[in-house]
């Protein structure tokens, strides 16, 4: 006995689209990472690469959402599709829109320092950077009030030890960040002040940022300034003030330590006084 054939509901093409344009938007945001990371490409076809993924991801959304639309009503198959891409298009937008909710927020900066009066200046990394980077030199005193305004605590870090000490302290964090240090001068008594500079990456997009550490002598000790600049983009989203304070505290951390060592291997070094003795009797 032949059994009756049930037909299938048909699939829904909005949601078979939807997970088509979900899906090719991952290896096109993966893409677009590559390009920026490796270097293959200047920034700006790089970014374009990265705003077509995001575009693509908006898309896939607003196929999914019109998919469910059709599904509900004409009860065709299809839902799983329209699920998938709604996943993928959130996953890949969740972080821009965070990013953009953090610009709105903040100021538009692109150069934090702890010395906003004398910044330190960068002048290894000046050679490297192209005509299409920021300015090299500080944008002055308006950038300096709106740092202010937004970054109270970042200021510079007075230690109690010796320039060179402060130095060494300086350039172990940036080689444990794994940054590429791209001059190191240590401080001379006298003639010069101590100098790192240094390029470091954004954590997603390998974005390039540009840092310089100066340590000068103080009256108890030494002075450390850092200043931290995005080489694109008007503003930095925030990434330059966390930088600063993350190696401001981690140099305190690290010369902290040593200073703590030096102290235990003097009194260790140290005698202990002898206990007077009491009169003797005969």
Do not use: C, H
Request: glycine share 6%; proline share 8%.
């Amino acid at each position: 006995m032949i059994r009756p054939r049930i037909p299938e509901e048909p699939l829904s093409r909005l949601a078979v689209w939807s997970r088509r344009v979900a899906v090719f938007s991952i290896p096109v945001v993966l893409l677009a990472i590559t390009i920026v990371r490796s270097g293959l490409l200047e920034l700006v076809p790089a970014l374009a690469t990265f705003g077509g993924a995001l575009a693509l991801a908006a898309v896939a959304i607003l196929l999914a959402l019109g998919a469910f639309v059709v599904i509900w009503r004409e009860g065709l198959r299809g839902g799983g599709y329209a699920v998938l891409a709604l996943m993928i298009g959130i996953g890949i937008l969740a972080y821009p829109a965070y990013l953009a909710t953090r610009a709105y927020r903040l100021p538009v900066i692109n150069d934090v320092t702890t010395d906003p009066i004398d910044p330190p200046r960068f002048e290894a990394i000046a050679r490297l950077r192209s005509r299409e980077s920021n300015p090299i030199a500080y944008a002055g005193l308006r950038a300096a009030e709106l740092q202010r305004a937004a970054y109270p605590d970042i200021e510079p870090l007075l230690l109690n030890v010796t320039p060179q000490e402060a130095y060494n302290s300086a350039l172990a964090v940036i080689t444990r960040r794994k940054w590429r240090v791209v001059d190191a001068r240590p401080p001379q008594p006298g003639r010069r002040d101590g100098l790192i500079e240094a390029v470091a990456r954004t954590p997603i997009m390998g974005f390039r940022d540009d840092v310089v550490v100066r340590i000068r002598p103080a009256q108890e000790g030494a002075r450390v300034d850092v200043r931290s600049a995005s080489r694109y983009g008007r503003s930095d989203l925030g990434a330059n003030a966390s930088r600063v304070r993350a190696l401001i505290e981690d140099i305190d951390d690290v010369a902290g330590t040593e200073e703590e060592k030096q102290k235990k291997a003097v009194s260790a070094k140290t005698p202990a006084p002898k206990k007077p003795q009491g009169p003797t009797r005969r």
